[in-house]
C-alpha cells in the first residue's frame, strides 16, 4: 500500500496554461506538506497544512494555490504556468510538524 | 533562508568503505533530521535526532550531534552499492512553535558507493 501517492507523475504543458498536482496519504497523519525541489536538488517548502488548515504558506507566488478537501489530501493548482515554474514537487505527510515526514514519489512538472 | 549546509557535496567510496557526511545549521534547533532520496525517487526519512541528545544509531547508520558547534554527521559503515543516493539533513527550528516547527533542508550529499 501506497503511504504517500501523488499523480501524475510526469507532467508537460504550455507557458502560461493551469494545472493540478493531487496528493493523498493514507498514514492518518494530520499534518500534508508541498515541496518544491529545483535542478540542484534543493528542497523548499511551499506549503504545509494541519487538519485542513494553512499554517504554513512561504513566500510563493499566488499563482500556487493548495486545497485540502480533508485531512488524507492535498491538491495544488498552478495557474498561468512559467518557465521557472519547471521542478520536482514532492507532498509528504507527517503526525505533526515536528514529526519526520513521509514523501511521496514526485511529479516532475516540466514547463515549455 | 537555508538553514542545513551539507559537506561534502559529492562522496564516492568502494563498497565495504565508512560513508562520513555533516551537515552545519545556523539557528538552534528542536532536532535535526536525516533523508535519503534515491535518484527519481521521493525522501525517506533515516534519523531523528533531538537537541537533547548526542548521538544516536539504527542499523549501519550512527548519527551525532554538538549544538555547540551547531553541527550533525552521519556515519554509513560497512557501505553498499544500494546506499548509492543523496543524503539530506533537515533542521525544526527550536523557537517559539507553531508555524515555526518547519523543516529546512540543505542541499545535500551525493554518495556513490562503487561496487
Known amino acids: 500500500d501506497t503511504a504517500v501517492s501523488q499523480t501524475p507523475k510526469y507532467l508537460v504543458t504550455q507557458m502560461g496554461n493551469d494545472k493540478s498536482i493531487k496528493c493523498e496519504q493514507n498514514?492518518?497523519?494530520?499534518?500534508m506538506y508541498w515541496y518544491k525541489q529545483d535542478s540542484k536538488k534543493f528542497l523548499k517548502i511551499m506549503f504545509s497544512?494541519?487538519?485542513?488548515?494553512?499554517?504554513i504558506n512561504e513566500t510563493v507566488p499566488n499563482r500556487f494555490s493548495p486545497k485540502s478537501p480533508d485531512k488524507a489530501h492535498l491538491n495544488l493548482h498552478i495557474n498561468s504556468l512559467e518557465l521557472g515554474d519547471s521542478a520536482v514537487y514532492f507532498c509528504?505527510?507527517?503526525?505533526?510538524?515536528?514529526?519526520?515526514?513521509?514523501f511521496g514519489p514526485g511529479t516532475r512538472l516540466t514547463v515549455l | 533562508s537555508q538553514q542545513g549546509e551539507e559537506d561534502p557535496q559529492a562522496l564516492s567510496i568502494q563498497e565495504g568503505e565508512n560513508a562520513t557526511m555533516n551537515c552545519s545549521y545556523k539557528t538552534s534547533i528542536n532536532n535535526l533530521q536525516w533523508y535519503r532520496q534515491n535518484s527519481g525517487r521521493g525522501l525517506v526519512h533515516l534519523i531523528l535526532?533531538?537537541?537533547?541528545?548526542r548521538e544516536k544509531h539504527s542499523g549501519r547508520l550512527r548519527v551525532t550531534l554538538d549544538t555547540s558547534k551547531k553541527s550533525s554527521s552521519l556515519l554509513i559503515t560497512a557501505s553498499r552499492a544500494a546506499d548509492t543516493a543523496s543524503y539530506f539533513c533537515?533542521?525544526?527550528?527550536?523557537?517559539?512553535?507553531?508555524?515555526?516547527?518547519?523543516?529546512?533542508f540543505g542541499k545535500g550529499t551525493l554518495l556513490t558507493v562503487n561496487p
Open positions: 535526532i533531538r537537541s537533547n541528545e
Open positions: 509528504a505527510s507527517s503526525p505533526d510538524l515536528r514529526h519526520p515526514q513521509y
Open positions: 497544512y494541519n487538519n485542513k488548515e494553512l499554517i
Open positions: 498514514l492518518g497523519h494530520d499534518t
Open positions: 533537515a533542521t525544526v527550528p527550536s523557537d517559539s512553535g507553531g508555524s515555526n516547527y518547519k523543516l529546512t
